[in-house]
């Protein structure tokens, strides 16, 4: 229960921040994509290195979390095709709805009504994608099919 409470309060949050900031405005993230407006881009380079260097010295210290108590430490793998894929999946509807998921929920908070449309794409992505992940384990699981006459 704590760490959902906690993880709500760090949503809210992180909506309010990004709101501040302009990344929930498509205006400005077509702009950004069409490289007329530069202002988002410092603010994404600062949250890479920030991120970047920040997590490696919490590894790197034997830091656990706040809430769970857990060590803070990862395992990385080399890109499949599947990361490539979903990267240009998400880029491409970032691209057409001047939006990732993070402002549209934001955009929900603040009662924009043209992101019920983002909104509904997101959730219509994430069930299709939960579907295929099904089908395969009913593949994998499923009982040999038997033969004609075998029985």
């Keep these: 229960m704590l760490v959902r409470a906690v993880?709500?309060?760090?949503?809210?949050?992180f909506g309010f921040l990004i709101?501040?900031?302009g990344l929930t405005d498509p205006d400005r993230i077509?702009?950004?994509?069409?490289f007329e407006d530069w202002y988002l881009y410092p603010m994404f380079v600062?949250?890479?290195?920030v991120g970047f260097v920040g997590l490696r010295a919490l590894?790197?210290?034997?830091f656990?979390?706040?809430?769970?108590?857990?060590?803070v430490t990862w395992t990385t793998a080399r890109p499949r095709q599947r990361h490539v894929v979903g990267s240009v999946l998400f880029g491409t509807g970032w691209a057409v709805a001047d939006a990732c998921p993070g402002p549209v929920a934001a955009q929900l908070g603040y009662a924009s009504l043209w992101?019920?449309?983002?909104?509904?794409g997101v959730v219509a992505g994430i069930v299709l994608?939960?579907?295929?992940?099904?089908a395969k384990v009913a593949r994998v699981t499923a009982p040999p099919l038997l033969a004609q006459g075998e029985a």
């Design 129 to 134: 994608y939960l579907r295929r992940e099904e």
């Design 59 to 62: 590894r790197g210290s034997g």
């Design 7 to 13: 993880a709500g309060v760090a949503g809210v949050a």
């Design 30 to 34: 077509r702009e950004m994509l069409l």
């Design 46 to 49: 600062s949250a890479v290195v």
């Design 115 to 120: 992101s019920l449309c983002t909104a509904a």
């Design 64 to 71: 656990r979390a706040f809430v769970t108590r857990d060590l």
């Design 19 to 21: 709101s501040w900031a």
